[in-house]
């Protein structure tokens, strides 16, 4: 993942669902937690503000790994050392950017301690943003959301809950994430109620996701 994806720490968001997951994982333990696709580090390192954390991250880009402030940081899952395990795993909009999304889900996976937890997050392509532009016949490429040029599958709920059960993961929970609009309108939290509005979008996710959820979340286990 590059670099340039932003920290997205407000309810309704992956970033916050992933925190808020892994406080509940091993608790009272150090949790050790491998992060593929680790980005700057963003997420790894606010699981530590949240518990005591192991951090482990894979990162392609040379740049963005140089940065990363983990306990330990590889180029690629072939090079996690043999035997090495985690009870917390992350592929966070990951596996869409990847010609081989079941191979990725099932090498993280086979890093997982027994009872280990894999989550991840993928793109909506049927939001209805995307049906909107389809109606007008538009279908454009753009630099990050839905549809980022360096997305190479796009998935729906079904199609994405199909890709982890035929990676032999069993998928004990699902959330769905809303439209990041606090990043491109950073005034809208100071908008008077705008924390309900928050709360009607988030509930229109888990209403109608395949129409409204604009992220797709998923809490899995080998099974």
């Known amino acids: 993942m590059a670099a340039s994806y932003r920290w997205k720490p407000f309810p309704g968001s992956p ?72 009870g917390l795993a992350l592929l966070l909009d990951v596996i869409e950017h990847v010609q081989r999304p079941r191979e990725l889900l099932e090498q993280t996976a086979a890093c997982l301690e027994p009872g280990g937890v894999l989550l991840v997050s993928v793109p909506n392509v049927a939001h209805w943003s995307v049906r909107f532009a389809l109606l007008l016949g538009r279908f454009e490429y753009a630099a990050s959301g839905t549809l980022d040029r360096t997305h190479v599958f796009f998935f729906t709920r079904r199609s994405f809950l199909r890709t982890l059960r035929e990676a032999g993961l069993e998928v004990e929970s699902e959330s769905f994430a809303v439209a990041p609009a606090e990043l491109a309108l950073p005034w ?20 109608w996701p395949g129409l409204c959820a604009y992220q797709l979340l998923a809490r899995c286990r080998k099974r």
């Open 15 to 86: 970033h916050h669902w992933a925190v808020e997951q892994a406080r509940g994982v091993e608790p009272g333990t150090t949790l050790r937690v491998l992060d593929v696709g680790a980005a700057t580090g963003y997420i790894g390192l606010a699981i530590r503000d949240a518990r005591p954390a192991f951090l482990a991250g894979v990162e392609p880009d040379a740049e963005a790994r140089a940065a990363l402030r983990y306990d330990r940081v590889h180029e690629s899952l072939d090079a996690v050392p043999e035997g090495e395990r985690f």
């Open 188 to 207: 809208l939290v100071r908008v008077p109620g705008w924390g309900l509005f928050r709360h009607v979008r988030r509930a229109a996710a888990w209403l």
